[in-house]
């Protein structure tokens, strides 16, 4: 059984930073790509980041370009998201998934994990 397990969420100021990771188990992850998303209060869940195990690949959303970093541990079997100089609309629950595809769309990935919360205290 899959398992993606997020954490690192809390209560940030604006312009402040976090580190969020992903602990991923149950199968080998070296043929898929990882994935984190966000829901914030009232809106769609959205793409935010996406890495691939193998190559370490990535892809971001245009709104946490330059900001946010996606990177992977292949050891641990962990994604990572840092994100930076963070504003208030980044506020939202942030999720990770897993996908056999190469994608941005959260119509490809398989596996959720339940998410962790990242919340604007300015």
């Known amino acids: 059984q899959v398992q993606l397990v997020e954490s690192g969420g809390g209560l940030v100021q604006a312009g402040g930073s976090l580190r969020l990771s992903c602990a991923a188990s149950?199968?080998?992850?070296?043929?898929?790509?990882m994935g984190w998303f966000r829901q914030a209060p009232g809106k769609e869940r959205e793409f935010v980041a996406r890495?691939?195990?193998?190559?370490?690949?990535?892809s971001y959303a245009d709104s946490v370009k330059g900001r946010f970093t996606i990177s992977r541990d292949n050891a641990k079997n962990t994604v990572y998201l840092q994100m930076n100089s963070l504003k208030p609309e980044d506020t939202a629950v942030y999720y990770c998934?897993?996908?056999?595809?190469?994608?941005?769309?959260?119509?490809?990935?398989?596996?959720w994990g339940k998410g962790t919360q990242v919340t604007d205290s300015s």
């Open positions: 998934a897993s996908s056999a595809r190469i994608s941005l769309n959260q119509v490809d990935y398989d596996d």
């Open positions: 149950g199968r080998s992850f070296s043929r898929y790509a």
């Open positions: 890495i691939t195990w193998r190559v370490g690949s990535t």
